[in-house]
């Protein structure tokens, strides 16, 4: 425990150094000496010279004591890294962005009791990619992130999770049509793009996914009604439908949120990863208790489905493994989608303390089986965080602690986990 504490306060110390007002100084604001036209920049050397460099770096300290339940099964691991990104100008509507992402570990504890739960170390490319953009158009090509259902860039290690993919959207983030072809994406575990997925015991190659989908946001009175609706082919894996809509009420007491999920997948092609039919329903309801609390519930019923992978479980080959997603109710630890079929529970409070500090709670619990001849895994996930978020000259810079335990009387022994997290971002 020592040597990690020491080796958390050295990876610290290898950022603080830029994260100086000197170096927060040489940042992109915007260039006088630049000639902007309607359509950005209006020269090929602004186009370069006038872009913007921004970047996050994180030291983690993970710890982790009895991993998914498998007594002994520990790992403490200290890592740094993040990305770096240049993005140019925009140029007769056309932009370009490349960033290079890294990750070190400092200390990796007892390597005959360790998982790989943070991933090698990295060098490499990260994104690399080239926009054009008209109106309310945009395509953007090469290796990029995305926000897409069951395929977002969301996770809690140091790497993102990136795609090489067209993504061709139209509109805005309440009002779009967006069309999206995949061919690879690089988990956060390594630094290349692959044809495989976050299925590691399946080595098959694929020509990875498409996808459509479109949002609408309409104004009623004092409430905003909105809603989306997605299509996503996996190729040899399956067919996924999802649907989300939220009706909010925006000058009540409590600003109610109360929104409904839809999620349907199937069978596509060889099926890699197991016949795939899953159908699950969700709804939630979010307040704002007080102007610094918030409370959100969320529900998930997973239709069993004895002959289907994981009982009625969902196939997600880009997710699976990550923390997050769409489901309403989700574990921190893991991932509602990977555990069966049945019914999900989450709550969190959440509490603005004062302008940088941010705490809460949360609590899961999943009723769920991953076959039919199983017990329900009544998994019960205890959570507590803290965020700290520095302004002034260290501003884009913040220190944050989430701390829990996951219980579930299939087992003898509970599974720990802490992830105390140093970044900035700039």
Not at 108 to 131: C, F, K, M, P, R
Not at 199 to 216: F, Q
Not at 288 to 306: C, D, E, M, V
């Amino acid at each position: 425990m020592k040597n990690n504490i020491i080796g958390y306060a050295w990876a610290s110390a290898l950022l603080l150094p830029l994260l100086s007002p000197a170096y927060a100084d040489t940042q992109s604001n915007i260039d006088t000496s630049c000639h902007y036209g309607n359509g950005g920049v209006d020269n090929l050397g602004d186009f370069f010279t006038c872009g913007t460099v921004s970047g996050s770096l994180r030291s983690l300290y993970y710890s982790t004591h009895n991993a998914y339940f498998a007594k002994g099964f520990n790992q403490d691991t200290i890592s740094y890294g993040g990305s770096l990104k240049y993005q140019s100008a925009l140029l007769a509507g056309f932009q370009f962005g490349v960033s290079g992402i890294f990750l070190r570990g400092i200390n990796h504890g007892d390597n005959s009791h360790t998982i790989s739960d943070i991933g090698q170390n990295q060098n490499n490319i990260g994104e690399a990619w080239l926009s054009w953009q008209w109106d309310y158009l945009k395509i953007t090509a090469g290796d990029q992130r995305l926000d897409l259902p069951f395929m977002g860039d969301y996770d809690w290690r140091i790497t993102p999770i990136l795609y090489r993919a067209v993504d061709v959207n139209y509109g805005d983030k309440d009002n779009f049509i967006r069309a999206t072809k995949v061919w690879r994406y690089k988990p956060w575990g390594d630094d290349n793009f692959l044809k495989t997925t976050a299925y590691t015991d399946i080595d098959t190659p694929t020509n990875g996914m498409w996808g459509a989908g479109a949002g609408r946001a309409v104004q009623l009175d004092d409430k905003k009604l909105s809603g989306q609706i997605w299509y996503e082919e996996y190729e040899d894996y399956t067919r996924l439908v999802y649907g989300e809509s939220h009706l909010s009420w925006q000058q009540t007491v409590m600003q109610p949120d109360v929104a409904v999920q839809f999620i349907r997948g199937t069978s596509e092609g060889k099926a890699l990863a197991g016949e795939v039919n899953s159908t699950s329903y969700g709804a939630q309801l979010a307040l704002a208790l007080t102007p610094s609390l918030g409370w959100k519930l969320g529900y998930n019923h997973i239709a069993g489905s004895a002959n289907s992978w994981n009982n009625g479980a969902l196939v997600t080959p880009y997710a699976h493994n990550s923390s997050s997603g769409p489901y309403f109710a989700q574990p921190y630890f893991t991932s509602t989608q990977d555990l069966g079929s049945g019914n999900a529970w989450a709550t969190e409070f959440n509490f603005v303390a004062t302008q940088n500090l941010s705490v809460g709670t949360r609590y899961s619990f999943m009723d769920l089986k991953p076959s039919v001849a199983s017990a329900s895994i009544n998994q019960s996930e205890y959570l507590v965080y803290a965020i700290w978020a520095f302004d002034g000259a260290l501003k884009g810079l913040s220190i944050s602690d989430f701390a829990g335990v996951q219980t579930s009387p299939l087992y003898d022994s509970s599974f720990w986990q802490n992830r105390l997290t140093l970044q900035y971002d700039f």
